[in-house]
């Protein structure tokens, strides 16, 4: 099955610095990688995904790569602010409704005022 | 507005009972839901996947007498637990996806706190 690993587990930034966290995936039938936010207590939030047919998305602040070759993906939070600290998880899938996600292990990241 | 609904959002109960958590797929019908287990400071951990009109296909590890899925409509799926332990307290959360096609993104609900005395 599918194994994705993530990195770093703790993240401390400046506020305005950016913020990069990295995944790899095993499977290279994995063609969806969306990336949640989980805040302590609540439900993970999707913030944004990517499918395999492109290399980069960007919204806003928030940017994924992924590499498809190297089976690796990563997160980009530019401008970084305190609101942005939570747990940052990875996942992987095939693109399917029946697929579950294969997450990676988490980030947590903490913005410095 | 909530895709997902997940009912009780916290429980605690006595070691030796058993508890049942409801998820319900308030906008779309879903033929297949996801169950994951959270424990403190750890990933989500797919325990089961819940077929619609079928039996639950269990991760390894995961006991199926122990955590019991039924999927008997398109929006409601149930996990008991049965003779919950102190190991078993963790957070339980729910997962739908939209029906098969290009959207993989899965809608998740709000996630129910077991604790176990």
């Known amino acids: 099955g599918e194994n994705v690993e993530q990195h770093p587990s703790t993240l401390s930034v400046q506020e305005g610095d950016s913020a990069v966290i990295k995944c790899t995936y095993s499977d290279s039938a994995s063609n969806y990688f969306p990336w949640y936010k989980q805040e302590l207590g609540k439900r993970p939030q999707l913030i944004i995904d990517i499918r395999s047919n492109v290399g980069e998305k960007k919204d806003q602040r928030i940017a994924v790569t992924l590499n498809k070759t190297a089976k690796h993906f990563s997160l980009h939070i530019t401008e970084t602010q305190p609101e942005d600290s939570a747990v940052y998880f990875c996942a992987a899938s095939m693109d399917t409704g029946r697929r579950a996600l294969t997450f990676g292990s988490g980030t947590r990241l903490q913005v410095q005022p | 507005g909530a895709v997902v609904s997940q009912h009780p959002s916290w429980v605690i109960c006595k070691s030796g009972t058993s508890v049942k958590i409801e998820c319900r797929s308030l906008d779309f019908q879903a033929t297949t839901m996801f169950w994951y287990r959270q424990f403190p400071k750890q990933s989500l951990m797919l325990m089961a996947t819940s077929n619609e009109g079928s039996k639950a296909t269990y991760e390894q590890g995961v006991e199926k007498d122990k955590f019991l899925i039924n999927h008997a409509s398109l929006t409601l799926s149930t996990l008991t637990v049965t003779s919950a332990h102190p190991e078993d307290s963790s957070f339980y959360i729910c997962?739908?996806?939209?029906?098969?096609?290009?959207?993989?993104?899965?809608?998740f609900g709000e996630g129910s706190r077991l604790t176990v005395l």
């Open positions: 997962s739908v996806s939209r029906a098969s096609g290009l959207s993989g993104e899965l809608f």
